[in-house]
């Protein structure tokens, strides 16, 4: 489980990031854009695609303003996630996952201008995505869940009624 200290956090950011850029590197060294590799027939392929816009291709024609928004919002984030004193069980992963695969995208947009994908489900056509987006999305649910659940996130005595008390660093 990933605590909360800085340094274990920055630590799983670039990680996660990290991941995500080998996966990167391994789908442009084996796959050629408009060739699918069939996984599970009909159901699940790779597919090189790159995409100069952000989900679902939005702002794509406008490629320097998403840079500069993604990387003013990964700041932001990253600048709250570091400034947090205690944390709710699953929160820390959660920042780690969201952050690391929003730095993986980051990394692509200020060095090539686009982001590699190649995961396709085409069984539902949804749109190619990549570990990154994996990595936000679980994120973004485990921080869902950690909300719903009630699980206090700043209060130093929310532990004593608790099940299991914050992570404090």
């Not at 990031?17 to 590197?25: F, P, R, T, V």
């Not at 570091?82 to 920042?95: N, T, Y």
């Not at 690391?100 to 686009?114: I, P």
Request: with cysteine; glycine share 8%.
């Amino acid at each position: 489980m990933i605590k909360n200290n800085r340094w274990n956090l920055i630590f799983w950011i670039v990680c996660f990031a990290l991941l995500d850029q080998g996966s990167k590197w391994l789908a442009k060294a084996y796959l050629s854009p408009g060739v699918s590799l069939p996984i599970i027939p009909g159901v699940f392929q790779l597919s090189l695609a790159f995409n100069t816009g952000a989900a679902f291709s939005l702002l794509r024609h406008q490629p320097q303003l998403l840079s500069a928004f993604t990387s003013v919002l990964f700041m932001v984030l990253l600048t709250y996630a570091l400034s947090r004193r205690q944390f709710a069980k699953g929160e820390p992963l959660a920042m780690a996952l969201i952050l690391g695969g929003a730095l993986g995208n980051l990394v692509d947009r200020l060095t090539t201008g686009r982001v590699t994908d190649y995961f396709d489900v085409i069984a539902i056509h949804y749109p190619i995505f990549n570990v990154a987006d994996s990595f936000i999305f679980v994120g973004v649910i485990l921080m869902l869940v950690t909300v719903l659940r009630g699980a206090p996130a700043n209060d130093a005595t929310a532990g004593a009624n608790a099940h299991e008390p914050p992570v404090q660093s």
